[in-house]
């Protein structure tokens, strides 16, 4: 079994009431993506952070980071706050990353009562992995090293970890309200993809399936409507239609023929960054 | 007298009769840009280049580095296309910018018709900085130099230089038609910036002045127009108007009871990256 460190960042600013409902909202959008992949996993919330245990950590983890609101994760190995079970493990997180003559630091912040410091703690697990390896040249730098290593203590757990894997960021999908969009072209699903990282559930328009494959990749469950977009936004009380036009569309004055409210986020950005931002969503 | 090269991107895109109507509007918007800041400069389009000729080449460049559609310049030298003269100016250059054990290395491009190709260029102008500065221990490094310097070859002339400055990037102000932007915080600001970077002339209807300073850097002939925004849209034949609304204030149906189109170019991002940009329109 393998566990997953889950954090997310946005919605840690909200009221404790609202990030509960975002962070049901977000368990949920990890459970859809995960199911999706015919991944089982158990996620359970502590201390604002999520914990993903899973027989296949990798491609869980792969599939995490295309779930909006996750700002980052990791893979984390458990043990008890004792520090001789952190040195232990502190030093079993280590020795298969280390190569003769690496460097390493240890990081550690601790959230509880504790009989120790962060920075004795650091310093204890340090020793313990500087003390195994040193006969291979191994030793500390503070400020450049090859290899760091993260020891995060809750209370009566400890969590060990060697790396930061990015996810979108953004906020949980549905958490903001609908929004319809309408899919003809590439740019039209990188609109789309902006209003889903900011929290919106997007009620598709496909007219390019081939288009909608992308999004499909971010959204487990999409939903798709039929017929006129401007209808779609009022039967669902969506809150307006995205499209992904550019200026120079704009100003050809095409229009959609509906009084509900348009949004275009690509509207202020030039082709590169467009094209910079869809090779990052069709990665 | 100091010579700028001055590069600009999107617009080379387009067509010749295209290009030049965006270089005369550019060429415009350097001069308005330089005439804020009492600045002279003689501004001549050579090669699909500008090239700008003043006394005071660092205030001049500190402005043009805020003109849109100016995605980089540098500082150049200029002489003959002669290989004896390239060779000089190249180490004129080169010397004051070399400490001792520094490494360098000469990259050439040329246009036109000339006894030599570029990669014999940038040997024979390595030759000689090499030459001069060997006892220096100053060496060539292809992949990692300290110093660059840059030789360009148009037909007659040579330009040689060392450094690329940033632009926006972007395209003209005015060249892509108008816009009312209103201006009540710095997220319209940002919104209105996106707009004129994007090539839009905006026509503001100012709330709030000190808001306006951040836009002026950016405006050296900044219109105001004062009424209701809509109004000001039709009687303009501008082809919107842009604020800068969140997704939050969307929802909240914030309306400008006006029938003309409403853009909301910052309507896809997270505050992290409106924060991120806004620093750097002030910076």
New interface residues.
């Given amino acids: 079994m393998g566990l997953l460190l889950v954090r997310y960042a ?1 919605m840690g600013l909200k009221s404790p009431g609202v990030r509960r409902y975002f962070e049901k909202v977000l368990t949920h959008n990890m459970m859809a993506a995960l199911a999706r992949e015919r991944l089982e996993a158990f996620v359970e919330s502590q201390y604002g952070r999520l914990f993903v245990t899973t027989d296949r950590p990798e491609e869980t983890a792969a599939t995490l980071r295309r779930v909006f609101g996750i700002s980052s994760l990791s893979h984390v190995r458990e043990c008890s706050s004792e520090v001789k079970d952190i040195r232990r493990l502190a030093l079993e997180v280590a020795t298969p990353l280390l190569k003769d003559g690496s460097t390493f630091r240890v990081e550690a912040r601790r959230n509880g009562v504790h009989p120790y410091t962060s920075m004795q703690l650091a310093a204890q697990a340090g020793e313990e992995i500087y003390e195994a390896h040193k006969h291979r040249g191994v030793r500390v730098d503070l400020h450049h090293p090859d290899l760091v290593v993260y020891v995060e203590v809750r209370d009566r757990r400890a969590y060990v970890f060697s790396e930061y894997l990015d996810g979108p ?3 949980p999908m549905g958490s ?2 609908k929004v319809v969009a309408l899919i003809r072209d590439e740019r039209d699903a990188l ?1 789309a993809w ?2 889903m ?4 559930r997007a009620l598709f328009v496909v007219e390019n399936e081939e288009t909608m494959r992308i999004l499909e990749r971010w959204d487990p469950e999409p939903r798709k409507v039929s017929g006129p977009a401007g209808k779609a936004v009022q039967a669902n009380k969506a ?2 239609l995205v499209v992904g036009w550019s ?2 569309e ?2 050809d ?1 095409i229009t959609l023929n509906t009084d509900v ?12 960054e467009v094209e910079r931002r869809l090779k990052e969503i069709k990665g």
């Avoid at 990282?197 to 919106?200: I, M, V, Y």
């Avoid at 409210?261 to 590169?272: F, K």
Wanted: proline letters at 6%.
């Fill in positions: 946005e960021g953004g906020l903001q309200g609109a902006m209003m990282k900011r929290g919106c809150f307006g200026l120079d704009l100003q004055n409210p348009v949004y275009h986020p690509l509207v202020g950005m030039g082709n590169e």
